[in-house]
């Protein structure tokens, strides 16, 4: 059984996301190799546009090939939906993505060789104290801890396995600063204008952007996608995202508290508050809060950063009776929203079914442009080890018909 699947079957049976642990995922489904194995005649030149988990990945792989190639990256770093605070707390924080949503075997996956042990340090996310609030009630749930555990980051983060093992290989071939905003493919090699009018070109390109950037219509393409990828495009569902970490002096929050009925708030994910510093090594007490779409909204729309954190301070105000004002030390927000070059969280869901329109979206485009990322996964969609098999497999999907 995929992990899809079973994620499914676990849906149909009211059972939540978060409780569907990846250890009895990696148990029942299989847990195939990632990584490429193929050989390619291909002499030309590739540009990856985005240095985001799919970016970097496709980066390591040519690298590995032997091909030559640029990943332009929009942003002053690299990492996009992956980033780290090392200043915050005296734990690096992953204020992108955060969970090990699968085995912590993928680490030697990515990296592609069964000699390197990838030693990242991951522990056992397994949660003991777990509360919903509803309706103003807070109520226990810890009968169900044995349910669920995914993996985590003991002292690394996400951004230190590609800093550690993906960067090193790649590093020579990122250029930063330069957001592309126009493609053109109308002649034989593809031919990229960035902002500030410089001009990149190459025989093959891959695009790596958020589907937000091109829902937006960020990038020109010249000619224009034709109307079956415009579509396939703007059915993926892909809405707000921010996270929010505050520091207080005492700890009065559970390991995690969901909202709502506890398996029906828990089924899609779209709000929750954590214990940030569950098994870290650190005497602080650090809550998280991670909110997508509608419920992420509800604080980005307020713009203005003491805005956002009195609504939330008022809401755990309201959960622990004041106890979250009483202990307030400091704050750190991560509006994914108003970032200008990712703008969202991450695809969410399909207006058709997610396979066809995956399907469309991975179609080479003249044979010479391809996409990746996140949103082209279908069994680890909104993932990083997703984003990095969507681009591993699209990277070898170009080499091998060349
Ligand atoms: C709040 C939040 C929590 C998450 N939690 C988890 C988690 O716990 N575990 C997990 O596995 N996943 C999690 N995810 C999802 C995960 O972060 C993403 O699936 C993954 O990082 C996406 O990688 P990507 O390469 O597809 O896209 P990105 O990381 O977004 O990379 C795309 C890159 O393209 C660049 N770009 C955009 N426009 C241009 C342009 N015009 N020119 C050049 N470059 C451009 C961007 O700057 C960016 O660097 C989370 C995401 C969010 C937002």
Same mark, same amino acid.
């Given at each position: 059984?995929?992990?899809?699947?079973?994620?499914?079957?676990?849906?149909?049976?009211?059972?939540?996301?978060?409780?569907?642990?990846?250890?009895?995922?990696?148990?029942?489904?299989?847990?195939?190799?990632?990584?490429?194995?193929?050989?390619?005649?291909?002499?030309?030149?590739?540009?990856?546009?985005?240095?985001?988990?799919?970016?970097?990945?496709?980066?390591?792989?040519?690298?590995?090939?032997?091909?030559?190639?640029?990943?332009?990256?929009?942003?002053?770093?690299?990492?996009?939906?992956?980033?780290?605070?090392?200043?915050?707390?005296?734990?690096?924080?992953?204020?992108?993505?955060?969970?090990?949503?699968?085995?912590?075997?993928?680490?030697?996956?990515?990296?592609?060789?069964?000699?390197?042990?990838?030693?990242?340090?991951?522990?056992?996310?397994?949660?003991?104290?777990?509360?919903?609030?509803?309706?103003?009630?807070?109520?226990?749930?810890?009968?169900?801890?044995?349910?669920?555990?995914?993996?985590?980051?003991?002292?690394?983060?996400?951004?230190?396995? $590609?800093?550690?093992?993906?960067?090193?290989?790649?590093?020579?071939?990122?250029?930063?600063?330069?957001?592309?905003?126009?493609?053109?493919?109308?002649?034989?090699?593809?031919?990229?204008?960035?902002?500030?009018?410089?001009?990149?070109?190459?025989?093959?390109?891959?695009?790596?952007?958020?589907?937000?950037?091109?829902?937006?219509?960020?990038?020109?393409?010249?000619?224009?996608?034709?109307?079956?990828?415009?579509?396939?495009?703007?059915?993926?569902?892909?809405?707000?995202?921010?996270?929010?970490?505050?520091?207080?002096?005492?700890?009065?929050?559970?390991?995690?508290?969901? $909202?709502?009925?506890?398996?029906?708030?828990?089924?899609?994910?779209?709000?929750?508050?954590?214990?940030?510093?569950?098994?870290?090594?650190?005497?602080?007490?650090?809550?998280?809060?991670?909110?997508?779409?509608?419920?992420?909204?509800?604080?980005?729309?307020?713009?203005?950063?003491?805005?956002?954190?009195?609504? $939330?301070?008022?809401?755990?105000?309201?959960?622990?009776?004041?106890?979250?004002?009483?202990?307030?030390?400091?704050?750190?927000?991560?509006?994914?929203?108003?970032?200008?070059?990712?703008?969202?969280?991450?695809?969410?869901?399909?207006?058709?079914?997610?396979?066809?329109?995956?399907?469309?979206?991975?179609?080479?485009?003249?044979?010479?442009?391809?996409?990746?990322?996140?949103?082209?996964?279908?069994?680890?969609?909104?993932?990083?080890?997703?984003?990095?098999?969507?681009?591993?497999?699209?990277?070898?999907?170009?080499?091998?018909?060349?």
């Amino acid at each position: 059984m995929t992990r899809k699947e079973f994620i499914d079957k676990g849906v149909m049976m009211g059972m939540g996301l978060p409780f569907l642990s990846s250890m009895l995922l990696t148990a029942c489904g299989k847990q195939h190799s990632i990584f490429p194995k193929f050989q390619t005649d291909f002499s030309g030149k590739v540009i990856v546009i985005g240095a985001g988990a799919a970016g970097m990945a496709a980066g390591y792989l040519l690298k590995k090939q032997g091909v030559d190639f640029e990943i332009i990256e929009a942003a002053s770093i690299y990492g996009g939906r992956i980033k780290k605070v090392d200043d915050f707390v005296d734990f690096p924080l992953d204020i992108g993505a955060e969970w090990i949503h699968t085995d912590p075997k993928i680490f030697t996956d990515i990296i592609g060789d069964t000699n390197v042990n990838a030693n990242i340090g991951t522990m056992v996310y397994d949660p003991q104290t777990i509360q919903t609030y509803k309706n103003g009630r807070l109520k226990s749930h810890n009968y169900l801890k044995g349910f669920y555990s995914e993996w985590k980051f003991k002292n690394t983060t996400w951004f230190d396995f $590609f800093e550690q093992y993906i960067v090193p290989e790649i590093a020579n071939n990122m250029i930063l600063n330069k957001p592309i905003t126009q493609i053109d493919y109308s002649t034989d090699k593809v031919r990229l204008k960035t902002a500030s009018e410089e001009e990149y070109q190459a025989d093959k390109v891959l695009v790596t952007v958020p589907i937000k950037i091109l829902q937006k219509q960020l990038i020109e393409f010249e000619p224009p996608l034709p109307k079956p990828r415009k579509e396939a495009i703007n059915h993926v569902y892909a809405g707000d995202g921010i996270k929010i970490f505050i520091e207080f002096k005492e700890r009065f929050y559970p390991d995690i508290l969901s $909202f709502g009925n506890i398996f029906s708030a828990l089924k899609r994910e779209e709000k929750f508050v954590y214990d940030a510093a569950f098994k870290k090594s650190t005497d602080k007490h650090i809550l998280g809060l991670f909110a997508i779409n509608e419920q992420a909204a509800a604080y980005t729309k307020l713009n203005a950063e003491e805005a956002i954190i009195d609504k $939330f301070l008022g809401e755990l105000d309201e959960i622990f009776e004041g106890k979250a004002t009483e202990n307030y030390v400091k704050h750190l927000i991560q509006n994914w929203s108003s970032e200008p070059y990712i703008q969202g969280a991450y695809s969410y869901s399909f207006k058709e079914s997610q396979f066809d329109v995956v399907e469309k979206l991975k179609e080479p485009i003249a044979a010479k442009i391809f996409f990746a990322g996140e949103a082209l996964s279908i069994e680890n969609q909104a993932t990083v080890h997703g984003a990095c098999e969507s681009a591993y497999s699209q990277v070898a999907a170009m080499l091998e018909n060349s």
